[in-house]
């Protein structure tokens, strides 16, 4: 079957550690978005990648850092310097150009760090 | 930039009432605009989406939403809810030019039996 897995679904960390959230995807897309998730905020862009080998910033990316050495991966870390890291992350794909193609999501990854 | 606003926080509906979930737009010309649904502790899927024509757009499970331009809304409707239709739902419009989506803070849905 054809979509996008993370993993894990939870996890833990201390304060202080570096984590990596796993997203890969089978779809074939393009494009590739993390995205952060808080009660009541909706969902905010962290880092997003239109093409393997380049990704730009979201609207809250300080803290985070990723890479997309591969089509199919787009790992993102969350670093010591996010200040809040306790969310509920989510990883989406989109395939073809232009607004008209919806983006694609997979389960989501819980995090929390104490 | 494009946004929407999604006004109302949290609804209660009785399973086998009517539904109406509010989304307003801000953009000068004719906007894509899609509905999410997240289940708890789910990914988002899609429900539907709107480019251009018929202004009523079908879409899975039952939903349909209707595109607005003189109200700038895009709200989404459903005429008999199902249990399991509890979720939250999202409103989004995607920002020309970079190809990202921009959500509505969400309405969480509750179904009383």
């Known amino acids: 079957d054809g979509g996008i897995t993370q993993s894990p679904k939870y996890l833990f960390r201390k304060e202080g550690q570096n984590v990596t959230l796993s997203c890969e995807q089978n779809?074939?897309?393009?494009?590739m978005y993390w995205y952060r998730q808080d009660p009541g905020q909706g969902l905010r862009l962290i880092y997003y990648?239109?093409?393997?080998?380049?990704?730009q910033k979201g609207d809250i990316a300080e803290g985070y850092s990723v890479s997309r050495e591969k089509k199919e991966s787009f790992p993102l870390t969350v670093t010591s310097a996010q200040k809040n890291p306790t969310a509920f992350y989510l990883c989406?794909?989109?395939?073809?150009?232009?607004?008209?193609?919806?983006?694609?999501f997979g389960p989501g990854t819980r995090l929390t760090v104490t | 930039a494009q946004s929407v606003t999604q006004p109302d926080i949290h609804i209660t509906v009785s399973e086998g009432a009517s539904l109406e979930l509010r989304c307003n737009y801000s953009?000068?010309?004719?906007?894509?605009l899609f509905w999410y649904v997240q289940s708890p502790g789910q990914g988002l899927q899609l429900l539907l989406k709107?480019?251009?024509?018929?202004?009523l757009v079908q879409g899975i499970k039952g939903f349909e939403a209707e595109f607005k331009r003189s109200q700038s809304s895009f709200n989404l409707r459903k005429p008999s809810v199902h249990w399991s239709d509890a979720a939250e739902y999202f409103c989004?419009?995607?920002?020309?030019?970079?190809?990202?989506?921009?959500f509505g803070t969400g309405t969480r849905l509750t179904i009383i039996p």
């Open positions: 989406a794909s989109r395939g073809g150009t232009g607004v008209s193609y919806e983006q694609y």
């Open positions: 779809l074939n897309h393009d494009a």
């Open positions: 990648s239109q093409i393997v080998n380049d990704f």
């Open positions: 953009y000068g010309a004719t906007p894509y």
């Open positions: 709107y480019f251009s024509g018929d202004t």
């Open positions: 989004a419009v995607p920002n020309f030019g970079n190809e990202k989506l921009t």
